[in-house]
């Protein structure tokens, strides 16, 4: 299986500041396709979670611009541009080159 | 808009088993792989297995192999997950969630959920 490793665990941000989240994968989620099939999510307390970012930099439907992805091969970075009351929550990479399908471990994103 | 609505909570004793569904609408129901992952209390994502709900062909994780059945309803546009020999390690909250890509094309990952339906085992 793949493993997905997230840093930092948690992070305390100040609203209208930027903050970043970094994921490395054990193995190059580069897919013979040319895609990279790198994702991320928020779960808000108490909520599912809901997509953020598909193929490391597109956003999905609805969700906001200050919200970006970046990376290649196994080395990945979240960026949010101003930190905003409701984006607090869990964030979660996934990656889906495999079909088991892995998450890495999150990161707990708190306003201060 | 596409909604996903799962079961309510179930209790359930050790040995037991537990099956729940996930009724989709505001979209081709046959159109897109739905994906199962679980959720232990305070803990992260776990990946359980995926159906195609046009042909009902599956694949789990070896994790669960022999213990997790998806299955499907194209009449009621419903799909279930049925897991058997509960432990209390398997306490979570199950979600289904749609693929983000349509069936046909390489499965990519989840892009809607359901609510999360709470399975606790206790004896």
């Known amino acids: 299986d793949i493993v997905m490793t997230q840093t930092p665990l948690s992070l305390s941000v100040t609203p209208g500041q930027p903050a970043s989240i970094s994921c490395k994968s054990s193995q190059s989620l580069l897919h013979s396709d040319g895609k990279t099939y790198l994702y991320w999510y928020l779960q808000k307390p108490g909520q599912p979670p809901q997509l953020l970012i598909y193929?490391?930099?597109n956003r999905f439907s609805g969700v906001p611009d200050r919200f970006s992805g970046s990376g290649s091969g196994t080395d990945f970075t979240l960026k949010i541009s101003r930190v905003e009351a409701e984006d607090v929550g869990v964030y979660y990479c996934m990656q889906s080159i495999q079909l088991r399908l892995t998450f890495g471990g999150g990161t707990k994103v708190e306003i201060k | 808009q596409v909604q996903l609505v799962q079961s309510g909570a179930e209790v359930k004793k050790p040995g037991a088993s537990v099956k729940v569904s996930c009724k989709a609408s505001g979209y081709t129901f046959t159109s897109y792989y739905m994906h199962w992952v679980r959720q232990a209390p305070g803990q992260g994502l776990e990946w359980m297995g995926i159906i195609n709900p046009s042909g009902g062909s599956t694949s789990y994780a070896q994790k669960f192999q022999g213990r997790v059945t998806m299955t499907r309803d194209t009449s009621t546009s419903t799909v279930y997950m049925e897991l058997s020999s509960l432990r209390s390690e398997d306490t979570a909250v199950y979600y289904c969630?749609?693929?983000?890509?349509?069936?046909?094309?390489?499965?990519?990952?989840?892009?809607?959920w359901g609510q999360g339906t709470l399975v606790t085992v206790s004896s």
């Open positions: 969630a749609r693929d983000l890509s349509p069936i046909r094309a390489t499965i990519k990952g989840p892009d809607y």
């Open positions: 193929e490391v930099s």
